[in-house]
Nanobody, 115 residues
Framework: QVQLVESGGGLVQAGGSLRLSCVASRSFIAIDMMGWYRQAPGKERELVAQITRGGITSYTDSAKGRFTISRDSAKNTVYLQMNSLKPEDTAVYYC?????????WGTGTLVTVSS
């Protein structure tokens, strides 16, 4: 079992930045993939960025060039640095962990970008 706790959401103006954090209850050695997803009101949850245990990162088109996923293995923490935020980035952001066939989710942190 892996518990994930997100933090760092809030209200920011368009063009601003936020850094989200996700702390895992287990070492990343036991987790194959960590990712950030988001769900806007009335929309399905979608992938934003992910990082493998080996440190390989990938991003969706909407995140490329603006968002950066990183991790601090000593702190069991994954970050999502979000720059040049747009109103359409408004959503609840969720941390997701995958360990073998098991999927774990955090409870989410709300990001609101005002125009």
């Amino acid at each position: 079992q892996v518990q994930l706790v997100e933090s760092g959401g809030g209200l920011v103006q368009a063009g601003g930045s936020l850094r989200l954090s996700c702390v895992a209850s287990r070492s990343f050695i036991a987790i194959d993939m960590m990712g950030w997803y988001r769900q806007a009101p009335g929309k399905e949850r979608e992938l934003v960025a992910q990082i493998t245990r080996g440190g390989i990162t990938s991003y969706t088109d909407s995140a490329k060039g603006r968002f950066t996923i990183s991790r601090d293995s000593a702190k069991n923490t994954v970050y999502l640095q979000m720059n040049s935020l747009k109103p359409e980035d408004t959503a609840v952001y969720y941390c997701r962990g995958q360990a073998l066939m098991n999927i774990y989710w955090g409870t989410g942190t709300l990001v609101t970008v005002s125009s």
